[in-house]
C-alpha cells in the first residue's frame, strides 16, 4: 500500500469537512472543520487517528465547517505545520476566535436552564479562546496559488482558486515518487458572482478526485436574476411598512449583500431605509476583504480603485450589543444583516423575535440551510418556532434566493469536473445523499460507474 484516504467528515453530509490522506510514512490533513446541524455530537469524540503523526494540515478556506475543530486538534496533540492562502490565514483567526466565543455563550444559557430545570449539566465547551490562540502557532506556511510546494522531498502541494470565498482553494497533491495526482476541489464557487474571482479548471490529468455535492442536484439562479428578486423584495416590503431579515454568514455572503445594496443605491434603485450590518464578525471580515484585493475579480478591483464597494450612505455598523438592541425599535424599511446564517445563534435571533410574527416583514435566505436547524425549519415550512422560551407564529413572508450562493450549481460542478480525462476514481463528498446519487447518475453518463464512489463517514479507502 502507497496511498490511501480516510473520511473523517463531510462524508454523506455537508459538515465536518475533514480527510487524512496517507502517502507512504507521510499523514496529510485536508481541512478540520466542525459539524453542524444535527452532527455537532460528533465534535466532541476523539479524532480517530494519532495527531502527533499528522506532518502538516491544509486549508481549503476558512468557513467554519472546514476550519472549526482546529484548536481541538491542538489540543489533542497536533504539533504539525498548517498550510493555506494568506487571506484564509486572517479569516480563520477571526472566526475561530468568534467561534469560542459562541461556544462559551452557548454554554452558559444551557448551564442555567439544566440547573433551574435539574436536568443534566451540558458537556463543556469544545475550546476555549486560549486553545485558539494557541492553535494560531501552527499557522506557519502562507502558499499563494499556483506555487508548488514540495514536502518531505516527495510530495508537491499546488493551491488554485476555488472561487467560493475570498483566498479559498483546491489543492493539488503530487506524488512525485509514483507520478499520481490527488486534487481536494474544496468548496467551489458560484461563477459570474462579485468580488472573488471564478474558479480555477483543473488540469486533466488527475488520477483521483474528492468533489464536493452541495449543490449537485440542481442549478442555481443566474446572479443577476436573484438581484433583482432581491431587489424586488426590498421594494414590495418597504412598500408594506415591513423590515427585510437576512440571516447571514459573516464571510463573503455578508460583504457580497453590501456590495450588491451599494450597486442598487448607486443606480437609483433603492428605496429609502436603513441598511444594518449587525454583526460584529462581519465587520471584521470586511476590513480583511479590504485589505486583499489582489483577491478580487476585474471588476471588483476596478470599484476598489476608487471607492470602498461595501460602503453606502444609510449604512450602519453596529458593533455594539446596545445599538443592535435599538434596531429594535425600528419598525419599517430597513434591512437588517446579521449572523448566523442558519439561525443556529447569533443576533438574528433577537430580530427574528421581533419580526417574523408581523406579515408586513420579510425573511430572505440567501444560504444554505443544513438539516436540523432553525433556518431548514422555516424553509421547510415551519408555522411556529420556539425563541428565547416563547412559542413564535411565522407570518411573514420568506423567500430562499439561492443565486447569492456561493456553492457551485449542478452546471458549474459538471463544467468544473469537465477537464478530466481519465481519472481512477471520482469521490462525492460534502453533500447530501442524495444529492450525491443525483450528480453519481449524471458522472455515469461520462465515466465508469464503478470509478464513482460515496465514501461513508471514517471509511479508509485505499488508492494505490
Not at 469537512?17 to 466542525?34: M, P, Q, V, W
Not at 503530487?174 to 464557487?189: Q, T
Not at 489582489?294 to 449604512?315: G, Q, R, T, V
Not at 439561492?402 to 462525492?428: R, T, V
Request: aromatic fraction near 10%.
Amino acid at each position: 500500500m502507497e496511498a490511501k484516504i480516510a473520511f473523517y467528515g463531510a462524508a454523506r453530509s455537508v459538515t465536518g469537512s475533514s480527510f487524512l490522506l496517507t502517502l507512504r510514512e507521510h499523514k496529510i490533513l485536508i481541512d478540520c472543520g466542525l459539524f453542524q446541524g444535527l452532527e455537532t455530537k460528533k465534535n466532541y469524540l476523539p479524532f480517530p487517528c494519532k495527531l502527533k503523526d499528522i506532518s502538516h494540515l491544509i486549508l481549503t478556506h476558512a468557513h467554519i465547517d472546514h476550519c472549526g475543530r482546529l484548536p481541538c486538534l491542538v489540543k489533542e496533540g497536533f504539533q504539525g505545520k498548517i498550510i493555506a492562502t494568506r487571506p484564509t490565514f486572517q479569516i480563520a483567526r477571526i472566526m475561530l476566535l468568534d467561534a469560542a466565543k459562541v461556544m462559551r455563550e452557548h454554554y452558559k444559557t444551557l448551564y442555567r436552564k439544566s440547573v433551574r430545570r435539574g436536568l443534566d449539566l451540558p458537556p463543556p465547551p469544545l475550546y476555549e479562546e486560549y486553545d485558539v490562540l494557541e492553535s494560531f502557532k501552527y499557522f506557519q506556511i502562507e502558499l499563494p496559488y499556483y506555487t508548488p510546494l514540495i514536502l518531505h522531498k516527495e510530495i508537491k502541494v499546488t493551491l488554485r482558486d476555488a472561487g467560493h470565498i475570498l483566498g479559498s482553494a483546491s489543492v493539488e497533491i503530487e506524488d512525485l515518487k509514483k507520478g499520481k495526482k490527488i486534487l481536494f476541489s474544496g468548496d467551489l464557487g458560484n461563477k459570474n458572482k462579485p468580488i472573488v474571482r471564478d474558479f480555477d479548471l483543473p488540469p486533466e490529468d488527475i488520477d483521483f478526485l474528492l468533489i464536493e455535492t452541495t449543490y449537485a442536484d440542481r442549478n442555481h439562479k443566474t446572479f443577476e436574476e436573484s438581484k433583482e428578486e432581491f431587489l424586488q423584495v426590498i421594494k414590495e416590503t418597504c412598500a408594506r411598512g415591513g423590515n427585510v431579515l437576512i440571516p447571514t454568514f459573516a464571510l463573503e455572503r455578508a460583504q457580497e449583500i453590501l456590495f450588491v445594496l451599494r450597486e442598487f443605491y448607486e443606480k437609483g434603485l433603492l428605496p429609502s431605509c436603513y441598511v444594518f450590518l449587525d454583526s460584529p464578525l462581519a465587520i471584521k471580515a470586511t476590513r480583511i476583504f479590504k485589505d486583499n484585493p489582489e483577491f478580487y475579480d476585474e471588476e471588483a478591483l476596478k470599484i476598489f480603485n476608487h471607492k470602498d464597494p461595501f460602503s453606502l450612505p444609510n449604512l450602519f455598523l453596529t458593533e455594539d450589543v446596545e445599538e443592535s438592541k435599538a434596531i429594535n425599535q425600528i419598525k419599517s424599511s430597513a434591512i437588517i444583516i446579521a449572523g448566523n446564517g442558519t439561525l443556529s445563534g447569533g443576533r438574528i435571533l433577537h430580530h427574528l423575535k421581533n419580526n417574523i410574527w408581523r406579515p408586513e416583514c420579510s425573511l430572505v435566505f440567501v444560504g444554505f440551510q443544513p438539516k436540523g436547524t432553525l433556518g431548514r425549519k422555516i424553509v421547510d415550512g415551519e408555522e411556529k418556532i420556539h425563541l428565547f422560551g416563547e412559542e413564535i407564529p411565522v407570518r411573514s413572508k420568506v423567500y430562499t434566493i439561492n443565486g447569492f450562493s456561493s456553492h457551485a450549481g449542478q452546471k458549474e460542478l459538471l463544467e468544473w469536473i469537465s477537464p478530466l480525462k481519465n481519472p481512477e476514481k471520482i469521490f462525492l463528498i460534502h453533500g447530501e445523499p442524495e444529492k450525491m446519487e443525483v450528480f453519481r447518475g449524471l458522472l455515469g453518463e461520462r465515466f465508469k460507474t464503478d470509478k464513482i464512489y460515496i465514501p461513508s463517514l471514517e471509511e479508509e479507502v485505499v488508492l494505490y
